[in-house]
């Protein structure tokens, strides 16, 4: 088995087709389908339904495996540079919505001030799909809302983050500032896809008082979410930080008694060891969440040290 075999059927996944792969690859059609045929020769399985144009089930497995070995070797090639005290190379970060808004630009600059050679890519998702990503190798490590489900995965929180009620500013809900969990009964609201980590997080929040979120919209990415909220098309229970300044004088976020602060922290793949570059990223993470949180502003922005109340 040969890593350019590896490479060719998970170029295929990502491609849909062979001659797709190979433009992909930088290499001819033919190339392509005789890595993909010696491997199905190899394992005595096909790979690819010719006929129907997708992997089989067996080909699934086997790209997930491929992706996570092809990931090792870039790893592998970057530890080595950094033995020579240059961290070069690439690092795939997945970052929730409204935390990527305002922890993006912050890595961005650091990693270009202090690792130059390091080519970072940001993915934003919800913490349902960053999980898959990071579980198929597709991403190094995650920023997501707590707590995770796969055993796979392991979690450290990073910080605490207020949930409110964002409306319109001249709205009478605006002017008091606070209201009540019960309050929420019967009002229609913009809400996350049932299953999804913060809907789950939500409706356990208002169980044991007794009702169900009234839902107008159910929607998927918290970011939709703000961003129909801005658009006027109803209220929602949102992170702090999904209103930007720039919004804060026509949306307001009012607090909710009641409603718990939701956990954010880095993900990462339990077995395996981070590149490099990807470790000189995760320790950026941590330096810049802690300025952030005692920048002497705590709380300003309902942005939480973990574990505080």
């Given at each position: 088995m040969e890593l350019r075999q590896l490479a060719a059927i998970a170029a295929v996944a990502d491609q849909g087709t062979f001659s797709a792969a190979a433009d992909a690859l930088g290499t001819v059609q033919s190339n392509v389908s005789?890595?993909?045929?010696n491997l199905e020769r190899e394992l005595g399985v096909t790979l690819f339904d010719r006929?129907?144009?997708?992997?089989?089930?067996?080909?699934?497995?086997?790209?997930?495996?491929?992706?996570?070995?092809?990931?090792?070797?870039?790893?592998?090639?970057?530890?080595?540079?950094?033995v020579r005290h240059d961290v070069s190379g690439s690092a795939r970060l997945g970052v929730i919505?409204?935390?990527?808004?305002?922890?993006?630009?912050?890595?961005?600059?650091?990693?270009?001030?202090?690792?130059?050679?390091?080519?970072?890519?940001?993915?934003?998702?919800?913490?349902?799909?960053?999980?898959?990503?990071?579980?198929?190798g597709r991403l190094d490590l995650g920023v997501a809302q707590l707590p995770v489900k796969d055993d796979d995965l392991v979690a450290t929180r990073l910080f605490d983050e207020d949930l409110v009620l964002v409306v319109p500013a001249e709205s009478e809900l605006a002017r008091r500032r606070e209201i009540e969990l019960g309050e929420l009964a019967g009002m229609p609201l913009l809400l996350p896809l049932p299953g999804t980590t913060l809907r789950e997080e939500l409706d356990a929040a208002v169980r044991p008082a007794g009702f169900e979120l009234t839902p107008k919209a159910e929607l998927d990415g918290v970011r939709l979410i703000a961003s129909l909220t801005f658009e006027g098309h109803g209220p929602a229970l949102l992170p702090a930080t999904a209103v930007p300044e720039f919004l804060r004088d026509r949306w307001a976020s009012v607090a909710v008694r009641g409603l718990p602060r939701r956990q954010v922290g880095k993900v990462l793949r339990r077995r395996g060891l981070l590149s490099a570059p990807a470790r000189a990223v995760a320790e950026l993470l941590d330096e810049l969440v802690a300025a952030e949180l005692t920048a002497g502003r705590p709380g300003e922005r309902g942005l939480h040290p973990a574990g505080n109340s």
């Open positions: 005789a890595h993909v045929a006929s129907a144009g997708r992997l089989t089930e067996e080909g699934e497995a086997v790209v997930a495996r491929a992706r996570r070995v092809m990931a090792e070797m870039e790893a592998l090639l970057a530890d080595v540079a950094a919505g409204t935390t990527g808004r305002w922890l993006a630009p912050l890595l961005l600059d650091a990693t270009a001030a202090r690792y130059p050679g390091v080519r970072l890519a940001v993915v934003e998702g919800n913490t349902t799909v960053l999980e898959t990503l990071l579980l198929g």
